[in-house]
């Protein structure tokens, strides 16, 4: 029998919580059933993949995704499982 | 996104109800544009999220933390026509699980990761598991089998 399973913050085991190198991975080690990720509001009514919306638990950036603008979350990076900055 | 995978996209807003709803409407509005917008789901621990995704023809799924009033909450979850309920795993049983099916709603799990915790779990038929390191838990889950055999 075949678990279904579902690959929470894109499969945080592979990658930054809802990074891309996660997604990738997750999608590409075998079946799912789905894909799970956060969405948070920013400032200017746009959407983001964070798990959280206190921007400095998982990424470079300070305050909250709602307070900023989505061009200032989207100059953040998101951070690794040892709270170092990645390339996302 | 390969087709026929689930994606769930799970509102955070902190403890504001109102940011949770706005941003459900964000979501509704964006998934209003795409064609594929049918296998989204929308959780949230917020309840507002969800019954605000819901009013917007979106699956919503609650996700919870404690079991307080099990006939309650289905009650509150079908009469909104969620499709159902994220449980965590430590709060799977039978009165929980039973109420829920019995209210016609898909149960499935908070993160596992170990398979002993897994194996639990499934015990309740959860229609899936969550985990963050679903491919490994899978592996492990048939070995187990394969021993148990």
Not at chain 2, 2 to 7: C, D, F, R
Request: hydrophobic fraction near 50%; charged fraction near 20%; glycine fraction near 8%.
């Amino acid at each position: 029998m075949e678990t279904p399973l579902i690959a929470h913050r894109c499969g945080r085991a592979y990658g930054p919580d809802s990074s891309r190198r996660a997604l990738r991975a997750a999608l590409a080690g075998g079946p799912l059933r789905g894909v799970e990720t956060d969405v948070c509001l920013t400032r200017d009514g746009a959407l983001v993949c964070l798990h959280d919306p206190y921007l400095a638990l998982g990424t470079t950036l300070t305050g909250w995704a709602h307070e900023r603008s989505a061009a200032d979350v989207l100059a953040g990076r998101l951070l690794d499982g040892e709270g170092r900055a990645t390339a996302e | 996104m390969p087709p026929g995978l689930t994606v769930q996209l799970d509102v955070k807003a902190h403890a504001d109800a109102a940011l949770a709803r706005r941003t459900a409407d964000a979501l509704a509005a964006v998934l209003s544009r795409r064609p594929d917008a049918g296998r989204v789901e929308v959780l949230s621990f917020h309840a507002a999220a969800v019954k605000q995704a819901v009013s917007h023809g979106l699956a919503g799924r609650l996700v919870i933390w404690a079991d307080y009033a099990p006939a309650a909450l289905a009650r509150w979850a079908a009469d909104l026509a969620l499709r159902g309920v994220c449980v965590e795993h430590f709060l799977l049983g039978q009165p929980l699980v039973a109420a829920l099916r019995d209210a016609g709603l898909s149960v499935t799990t908070g993160t596992v990761n170990h398979a002993a915790i897994a194996e639990r779990a499934l015990a309740h038929a959860p229609d899936a598991l969550t985990s963050d390191r679903p491919h490994q838990l899978a592996a492990e889950l048939a070995e187990r089998r394969l021993l148990a055999a």
